[in-house]
């Protein structure tokens, strides 16, 4: 009975440990690809910036 317990908590230890280092592999990529410059995120940026004068013409 005792080596099951032990088992289980080793489970969900390495499920934890599994969990958090994914969360910080998430976290490095997301912020790589948020800094990474596309064509559509160019795209966006200018027609943000032109949106307001745009709508005057409407």
Do not use: P, S
């Amino acid at each position: 009975m005792q080596n099951k317990n032990n088992n289980q908590k080793g489970t969900m230890t390495k499920i934890r440990m599994n969990t958090e280092l994914r969360n910080k592999l998430f976290n490095k990529i997301k912020n790589v690809f948020e800094n990474e410059d596309t064509q559509e995120k160019e795209a966006f940026l200018q027609a943000r910036e032109n949106v307001d004068q745009q709508y005057k013409k409407c």
